[in-house]
């Protein structure tokens, strides 16, 4: 089982290997894409949440071989409370003069999902729920049960929350049925 | 500054053209397509609300963007015709 | 693998409170979509199918109803009915409930007010009805009311639960609607679904809700699937990729559908990757057709609106018209849409939507299978 964590202040885990960087917030997911990633420039013009999800999960799928050929059994099954809601108030505050149409559609929850299957071409399920609390059991349930679909063989999935710019943490993960 | 070289300037900014200087964008090469800046539908939109905000262009139909966006100079060329600021 | 039925459902919309009442209202042809000026403060006009708010909160205040927001008032109504109807416990833990929206109360970020936390909605309508369980909410963009009647599907065919709640409901408000005019998506009147004069979509507002169980009853919710274009964040695929991946992983035999009931949101991209979609599953003889003519389109509400609505349709032996349509078809592929009610005596249909993120669903229900 592979597994990346991402938090706000800094910390990074990758299957259990804690690195602290001294970059924190908005600031650690730049620092990651040009240290990490470097090759997909939509990432500059994604919402805080995406650019959270897409970093995870290219921290997780970077050796894999073949990354690229197009799937359908890899689902990207994603939970979290805040939802969109940082990028909600970025658009908000357009909305009186010029509404933005580039803000405008990331303020739904499944873009996050979509941004993840669009880099690794996944054409399978891809899934956004929206909970109170970071519920392992219900998680759990739910994933199981994505599980149902035949076409679904393992899942990128995990929790996403991100309350403010610089206040944000995703646990992702690969699982396989 | 002329008006070419603002425009890529405000372009940059919009559109969050990462680590792009107004040297990079070639005033004669496509903005859309594969070629040139690969920019998309939503750039598209982004555009119209730039020319809107900077220049008081309103543009009705979405569709004369295909033309007006070929590249930044047929761009800049249909803003000095048609801007009210 | 348990079969998941249908036990009761109920819809609320601009057209009236009940499912039986909305579907006789489609039959006639009626709608509530209007130019709207200056509503939500929205500079522009907009042509849009709203509720009559004030009658409403009314109505719900009748009901000892109170303290909610508009949004969690609507669920609470529908949710209510269709569980009354049920005849389940709604606080039992054996009762689980999953939503379905995609901007919720986000009204009340205009007002400066943060509590708009979908998952505080979530709680705040299963509180109401004493319901034990954590809720969860499926935001799925525009598939969400049909990606959280498949999770239903799948939470009782995993035994976690006798009975699923689904509720789903959308609300109109500056922030949509100023979001949808500056994609440049709203058509200036009446849409018009996989017509050549489209101009685009209509949004609307509804609440659905459908209680699922494993006890059999008349629909069965046969299987549904949810797949991704991988491709852009608001186009949808040139191929239909995800829709098609959808209908080729639902449809079982093409003969029993009686029509499939498309997303249609009547914008120029996504009727055409219908026709694509349907094409390549190889059902371009089934009739297709869309409620976003009557409704517009509900967002969060839509996946359980039209499923509800549909259901009536193939007991009645309805194919219901394309609202908007005029019959000068404006996709490449020859879909059978109509722009009258037609007859059939097949008892299964398909419903397909489409959304933002790359999303695609597909559910397949069929009647009398539980008898």
New interface residues.
Partial sequence: MKEVKIYSDGRVVIDGTETIYEQKGMALLEHLYRTEVRDY?K???MDALCKLGFLAVELLVRDEKDRFT?R?DRA?ILFG???P?CN??N??AT?AD?????L??Y?????V???I??R??????????????K?EK?MK??L???F??P?TAEAVTGWINCMEENDFEAEIKIIVK | MELTETLKAQIIEALNLDGMTPEDIDSSAPLFGDEGLGLDSIDALELILLMEKNYGIKLKNPAEGKEIFKSVETMASYIEKNRTK | MTKVYRKSDEVLTPLGMGTEENFRAVLEGRSQLRLHEGTFGVKEPFFASLFDRDAIMAEALKKGIEGYSFFETIMILTADSAISKAGISASSPDTVFVFSTIKGNVDALEKGSEDVLLSSSAERVSRYFGNPNSPITVSNACISGLAALIQGQRILRGSRARNVVVVGAEVQSKFIVTGFQSLKALSPEQCKPFDAGRQGLNLGEAAAAMVLSTDPSDWELVEGAVRNDANHISGPSRTGEGSYNCLRAVVQDKEELAFISAHGTSTAYNDEMESIAIERAGLLDIPVGALKGYYGHTMGAAGILETAISMKAVENGTVIATRGFTGNLGVSRPVKVSNENGKTTRQAFVKLLSGFGGVNAALLCRRGGGR
Avoid: C, H, W
Wanted: proline content about 7%; glycine content about 6%; hydrophobic content about 35%.
């Fill in positions: 420039p990432f500059f013009k197009p359908e990207v409370k805040s939802g809601l909600d108030r658009y908000q909305v010029f509404p933005s149409p580039s405008f559609v303020t739904l929850a499944n873009i999902t979509g941004e299957a669009i690794n071409k996944y054409k399978g399920e891809s899934s956004f729920f929206v909970m109170s609390e519920d219900t349930n739910t199981e049960e994505a149902q679909d076409m």
